[in-house]
Structure formats: C-alpha cells, structure tokens
C-alpha cells in the first residue's frame, strides 16, 4: 500500500461518515435508529480495514522482501545506516561476506536458520533476552546482536578466534568463562553445531529493517558502528 496510517484513519473515517450520512438520511441524530445504523457501518468499515491492514502487514513482513530478507543473506555483509527519510537507522544489504567461510544455497541457509531459531526457542533465550520485540530485558537485546562491535572489540580478544563469527559461537558453548558484563550468561550447554546456527539465525535477524528498534542502537556510544 502506498499510504500510511493517518491516510488509512482519514479514509475510514470518511466512509463511516459518508456511509453513515446515507443510511441515516431523513432521521434525527436523536433517533435511537440513526446511531444504530452508524455503528453497524462503522463496526463494517473497521473489520474491512483490519483485514486489508492484516493482509497488507503479511505481505511486507513475508520472508525474501525488502524488510525481511531471503535466509540467503547470511552470505553477505551487512550494515547498519541512518535512513534520513525515514528518520531512523535501518540495516543494509553490502557485498559478499560468507559467514563462517560457506556459501550457502538458499535450502540450507534456510535449514539452518530454522535450526537457530528451534536452539534459542530450547533454551528459553528469551526469558532473558529481547529478538524483535519479544521477551525480557534482563540480558541484552539480541535484534541486532550480529552487528554489536563488541564482538571483534571484546570477545574475540577474550577468545582467541580469528573472526565474529568464530568469537560468537565460542562465547555461546562457554558463556561461563567469558564474561562480558557484571551479569554472567550461564552455560546453556549449546553444541558446536547448535551455535553455529543460533550465529546464522542472529545474523539473518539483524538483516530485518525494523523500524530502528531498538532505538538505542544506532546512536549509543557502547555499539557505535565504525
């Protein structure tokens, strides 16, 4: 759709009324029938544009769009920039950078997305941790954890790995012995493989645009991106 919500709002409320203005034509505004009759059309604009909302909100949140990247994404890099249209940073799609040194077709990125996203459901990660909107605020939000300077910055000096992606699935089977903040991440006893895929399904998350959350990103002198 190609307008936003204040046009959605104006529009229903002009068919309510203009709707409204006809079914109730020749009544009295204190007849009991004439409010009847504008909250049965009311109650019909309302459903309609729901459902063309719900519809519309499907359609742009659907993976392989522009806000919802195809799991082949993993197989780039990825960037965090300030929109000033739309007034917010948003990631963006660079050149190729295969994560863990792999191209991966489009099934098994997808295969392994899907292993990441049944690894962080196992362990409950979100009883601490926020992934789009959902959880807890006891431990950092992990919607942009991929793009956390932090990682080349703090851990893989504390690793000795010689990549991000190599400091994250190491900090993710030992999160015990490499402490990052006052809060300790218990050992969740995460395999080699299973981290693997939690880094690819963070990777892939942190390619999502949403809208600038979390709005601290961007703009916070702890994750400032060089």
């Given at each position: 759709m190609g307008f936003g919500w204040l046009e959605v709002v104006i529009a229903s409320l002009m068919i309510t009324l203009v709707g409204g203005a006809i079914l109730t034509r020749g009544r009295s505004w204190l007849d009991p029938v004439f409010w009847k009759r504008y909250a049965i059309i009311g109650s019909l604009v309302m459903f309609v544009f729901l459902w063309l909302l719900t519809f519309d909100t499907l359609r742009q949140t659907a993976v392989g769009t522009d806000r919802v990247p195809d799991p082949t994404v993993i197989n780039k890099k990825i960037g965090y920039e300030f929109d000033s249209e739309k007034g917010y940073f948003k990631p963006v799609i660079l050149g190729d950078e295969p994560i863990f040194g792999k191209v991966f077709s489009r099934e098994e990125a997808e295969e392994l997305l899907v292993k990441g996203k049944l690894v962080i459901q196992s362990r409950n990660c979100m009883n601490c941790h926020?992934?789009?909107g959902n959880g807890a605020y006891y431990a950092p939000d992990l919607t942009k954890a991929w793009l956390d300077p932090k990682w080349e910055k703090v851990v893989m000096p504390m690793t000795g790995t010689s990549s991000k992606e190599e400091a994250m699935v190491?900090?993710?089977m030992y999160?015990?012995?490499?402490?990052?903040?006052?809060r300790r991440m218990p050992n969740l006893h995460i395999s080699e493989e299973e981290a693997i895929a939690v880094v690819a399904y963070l990777k892939w998350m942190a390619s999502i645009n949403t809208n600038g959350f979390p709005d601290h990103f961007g703009n916070s002198k702890l994750v400032q991106l060089d």
């Open positions: 926020t992934l789009l190491k900090f993710l999160p015990d012995q490499f402490a990052t903040w006052i």
